[in-house]
């Protein structure tokens, strides 16, 4: 096994002896540029260092954040250069990002912002810079939020599946989407509250970037989409360039030799020297066995609940999980408390939450780190239903304005798979002994006694639910339980109003406020646990250690969605990854029969 994966190691470092030959440095001495180009998905999680070695890491927001943090503060930074033509960043994403340029041009130093085009998520976010140019003929389609509610009732009665889900709580519309072909009069009201919420904060966003009143952000926004020379007329951006005209003028201000640097703040992967074989053994010794933060500094911990909330481990995969699973998490927080260099610890939810037993194997962790040493939450672009479970220990929560959170309340049901199975001639015989002992067979749905015993014992998890909030909430809420639960969703800003959180703030706000809670001046900042590089996760995988009963929450990869493929082939894009995110919510109520979870939707 060994041989082998020293035979993939080795073919590996020879196309990393390749794919080094542009590795750039920052020349001392020199002018610098720090160029941020967020092309594509941040992540919440760090990404492998490693993974440099083969081409552009995948980037966190963590990383992005924290290396605008050093261009604040290097002296050789002279301006920052933010590109974001195709990013994907999120409401919430998009705030913290604004934070880290603030903070960068309060420390004196420009920000310059560049697209080809840009799209309602990334002006927002752009119109944040000093200045905000778009290529020639470009175009800024900044015309407001649209979003879909997604329902798969229809899908489902044409597979032969008849859906039977209870809910507690008339907001709790996660459910819905299995079981009628549009939203609920609550449910309505609900998205209606959200959106008002949301776009009220990018409008603000716009007005204060461009230091326009709110009122001529949202004329902006209704007269659109523009062309690029129409958008800088209006006044919604500063200039029509191209690219290299843009170089040209940032070289005018601040010399001919400045150096654009796109790697700024950058780890460096490992340097290879391939005419020594021993060096590179010990480059291979170093990947698979990374320096330990243990002993040096102490360390504000950052815990990352990152995904639907699953029971279990993990996939150890070489390309990342997009699941929080219990086990992990859990694992990770004991290590946190039990680990005297870490000081405090952050916990980082972005999650529309998931199972009731891992929301509670994750908060009753989060309880024995309280114990120990400060507690604080982060909340991402969501933290609802158990997103919002795991919350529950922490004294101190931050969120942004955008953040999706609260859902409190609990769904659950089943399939009833008969009259699909009826279709392909296959028929099956039920025995039964106990009186409740068929209640979650697929044969048929709910009888109004198992219903009834259903709901009941539902009940008593959405209880649990909001003990623990009021437990720990107490007299900052500023209504009911009730008022406040019931599958309600709130954004960042309403759950502040509400006493459901406690401050506005980015995740630099959180660790910065956990520091002070242990009284720390200099300290590092140090995920937990630090983040597998590409070969330790391949001798997982080799080894057979990673779970096998991983569920791909991404692409909705289960048995549902391999039945509905002919249903689902060639359709639009946008609206298919809707159906996958809903089905792979469906598969997981399905393993786990009941679940805290807010409902699949799409929109920008």
Request: glycine share 10%; proline share 5%; with cysteine.
């Amino acid at each position: 096994m060994f041989l082998r994966i020293l035979c993939i190691v080795s073919a590996i470092f020879l196309e990393i002896s390749f794919a080094r030959a542009d590795a750039t440095t920052k020349p001392e001495g020199k002018s610098v540029v720090a160029v941020f180009d967020l092309a594509g998905q941040l992540s919440e999680k760090p990404a492998d260092e490693t993974l440099a070695l083969f081409g552009p890491p995948p980037q966190s927001l963590r990383d992005v954040v924290s290396r605008m943090e050093k261009a604040a503060k290097d002296s050789q930074v002279k301006a920052v250069l933010v590109l974001a033509d195709d990013a994907q960043i999120g409401h919430a994403q998009a705030e913290e990002l604004r934070q880290a340029m603030r903070d960068v041009r309060s420390a004196g130093k420009e920000v310059y912002a560049h697209g080809d085009g840009l799209e309602m998520g990334q002006y927002v976010l752009l119109s944040g810079a000093t200045r905000l140019s778009i290529a020639p003929t470009g175009e800024v389609w900044a015309i407001g939020l649209y979003g879909d509610g997604v329902y798969l009732h229809g899908l489902l009665v044409k597979l032969g599946i008849q859906p039977d889900f209870l809910h507690c709580g008339a907001y709790k519309s996660a459910s819905e989407i299995f079981m009628r072909d549009g939203p609920s009069p609550e449910a309505d009201q609900m998205q209606n509250w959200l959106m008002d919420s949301v776009y009220d904060s990018e409008i603000k966003l716009i007005a204060s970037g461009r230091n326009v009143s709110p009122e001529q952000a949202k004329k902006w926004i209704d007269q659109g989409p523009y062309t690029a020379e129409k958008a800088m007329d209006a006044g919604m951006i500063d200039a029509v360039e191209d690219s290299a005209t843009l170089e040209n003028m940032l070289k005018e201000k601040y010399g001919d030799d400045v150096v654009f640097d796109k790697k700024f703040g950058e780890k460096k992967p490992p340097e290879l020297n391939f005419s020594n074989p021993f060096a590179m053994m010990g480059v291979l010794a170093q990947l698979m066995n990374p320096p330990s933060h243990g002993g040096g500094k102490p360390a504000v911990g950052v815990v990352y609940v990152d995904g639907p909330i699953t029971t279990g481990k993990s996939d150890s995969s070489l390309f990342g999980s997009e699941v929080a699973a219990s086990t992990d998490i859990s694992r990770a927080l004991d290590d946190a408390a039990a680990d005297d260099s870490v000081k405090a610890v952050v916990l980082r939810v972005d999650s529309p939450g998931g199972s009731v037993t891992a929301s509670e194997i994750i908060l009753r962790a989060t309880q024995r780190v309280k114990a120990k040493k400060p507690l604080v939450v982060s909340m991402g672009d969501v933290a609802g239903s158990g997103g919002y479970y795991v919350t529950c220990a922490a004294d101190t929560i931050f969120a942004d304005d955008s953040t999706l959170t609260a859902s409190i309340g609990v769904v659950g049901g089943k399939l009833a798979t008969t009259e699909m199975w009826n279709k392909i001639g296959v028929t099956f015989k039920p025995y039964q002994r106990g009186a409740v002992a068929g209640l979650l067979s697929t044969d048929t749905i709910f009888t109004d006694a198992q219903r009834q015993q259903m709901q009941s014992w539902m009940d008593e998890i959405y209880g649990v639910f909001k003990n623990h909030v009021t437990a720990i909430r107490g007299n900052k809420l500023k209504k009911p339980i009730d008022e406040l639960a019931a599958g309600r969703v709130f954004t960042g800003r309403q759950a502040l109003d509400l006493g459901l959180i406690d401050k506005i703030g980015t995740l630099n706000d959180a660790i910065a406020f956990a520091g002070d809670q242990a009284n720390l001046k200099d300290y590092d900042v140090r995920p937990v646990p630090e983040p597998k590089n590409f070969l330790q996760k391949l001798m997982e995988q080799s080894s057979g250690d990673d779970d096998a009963g991983h569920i791909d929450m991404s692409t909705g990869g289960n048995w549902i969605e391999k039945l509905a493929e002919p249903y689902l082939a060639g359709l639009d894009p946008a609206h298919l990854a809707m159906v996958h995110a809903a089905l792979g919510q469906l598969e997981l109520v399905r393993r786990e029969q009941v679940i805290m979870m807010m409902p699949a939707s799409g929109g920008n």
